[in-house]
């Protein structure tokens, strides 16, 4: 036999969840399932870095995108930070058949106005709107308690701003993401944007 | 179009200090010169049996998954599906991640659910267009 099957080799990968998403990710025969997979990435990124917020609660916005970078590299998946795409877009992952996924990423300071610079800039400055590039993400650290408090209200605000045909959907990988789809300015192509929550809080209660 | 030693340069650039990338600069050399037959449907046993490589493991993997996944983009990734009566279907991604979610696949042709897909599931991989326009450079 020449041939492995996806248990032969999930059974090589065990207990290596980022060699497993990055195998989805290279089977990906479409844009719309690599964008899924992408996310599937982050979030598995995300996951670990909130193990320690108390590490990464005083860390600036920029140094959690390179960590978050760092660990989508580890993974396989060419992502890169701060490179030029009409400015510098805060994260720029590629693929095959000149895929791209872009994210903006900001930590919250208790401003939505600010969330919605950074929305924009991913909106109008970053994103072509053309096929297999018309998915990404928008992400939130948050170093205040309750992110799932913040990211609703991020989402009202949003939906207040009456972006012409804007959208929302839950998001079916993770409860504290949402979903945004809204014609893109340039193509008029449906932009999906996920927006994506990282908690960094820490304030344990366990001290006398 | 660009060429292999091209595509090899770019590999380098951007995973020149991978595990694999020695791995994958091997792969992308054999491909070069293997003859058209023998680049219909490449396994991951296929490379390692290439390479002269002592065994499928994650650095092979990753090695493979370097080539079909990153903007080097040189082999495409397709999954075969073989039943028990040895019929062999060609998978969309989309009906596994539908039988992940589900539990279960549906079968193409029957659509009998089946349990066990993840045994009767193969990956395999196939020059992409980038790599046969390289392949023509030489």
């Known amino acids: 036999m020449t041939f492995q099957s996806i248990e032969q080799l999930l059974a090589l990968v065990q ?12 089977t990906s025969n479409d844009y719309a399932e690599w964008a899924r997979n992408i996310n599937r990435a982050v979030d598995h990124a995300l996951r670990q870095m909130a193990q320690n917020p108390e590490l990464r609660q005083a860390k600036g916005e920029d140094e959690l995108t390179i960590e978050l970078v760092s660990l989508l590299n580890m993974m396989d998946i060419e992502a890169g930070h701060d490179t ?5 877009v805060d994260i720029r992952i590629k693929g095959k058949r000149d895929y791209h ?25 970053y994103t072509t709107g053309l096929a297999g590039q018309d998915k990404g993400g ?21 939906e207040e701003q009456k972006i012409e045909g804007m959208s929302f959907s ?3 990988l993770n409860d504290l993401s949402f979903q945004s789809t809204h014609p893109h300015d340039r193509t008029g192509r449906p932009l999906e944007v996920r927006h994506i929550a990282l908690s960094i809080y820490f304030d344990p209660k366990d001290r006398i | ?16 200090d991978h595990p694999s990338a020695q791995l994958s600069v091997a792969i992308l050399e054999r491909l070069a010169t293997l003859p058209d037959d023998q680049l219909r449907m490449l396994t991951f046993i296929s490379f390692k049996n290439v390479l002269g490589y002592p065994s499928v493991d994650e650095l092979l993997i990753r090695a493979v998954m370097l080539l079909a996944n990153s903007s080097v983009h040189a082999l495409d990734a397709k999954l075969l599906f073989i039943d028990d009566d040895d019929a062999e279907y060609e998978l969309d991604p ?41 392949r023509a450079h030489a």
């Not at chain 1, 030029?84 to 510098?88: A, F, I, R, W």
């Not at chain 1, 928008?138 to 949003?158: E, G, N, Q």
């Not at chain 2, 179009?1 to 020149?16: A, C, D, K, N, T």
């Open chain 1, 15 to 26: 207990d290596k969840p980022a060699l497993e998403i990055g195998l989805s990710v290279a």
């Open chain 1, 84 to 88: 030029k795409v009409g400015g510098h």
């Open chain 1, 138 to 158: 928008f992400i939130v650290y948050s170093d205040h308690a309750r992110i799932d408090r913040t990211m609703s209200k991020w989402r009202d605000h949003l």
């Open chain 1, 170 to 172: 839950n998001c079916e």
């Open chain 2, 94 to 134: 989309a009906e596994l991640e539908d039988a992940r979610k589900e539990g279960a696949l549906a079968h193409p042709v029957t659509g009998a659910l089946i349990g066990d897909y993840e045994r009767k599931v193969f990956p395999f991989f196939v020059p992409s267009d980038r790599l046969i326009g390289a």
């Open chain 1, 101 to 125: 996924w872009l994210a903006e990423a900001k930590k919250h300071k208790q401003d939505y106005a600010w969330l919605m610079q950074g929305f924009q800039q991913l909106n109008t400055r």
């Open chain 2, 1 to 16: 179009m660009p060429s292999v030693e091209e595509l090899i340069r770019e590999f380098r650039e951007r995973w020149g």
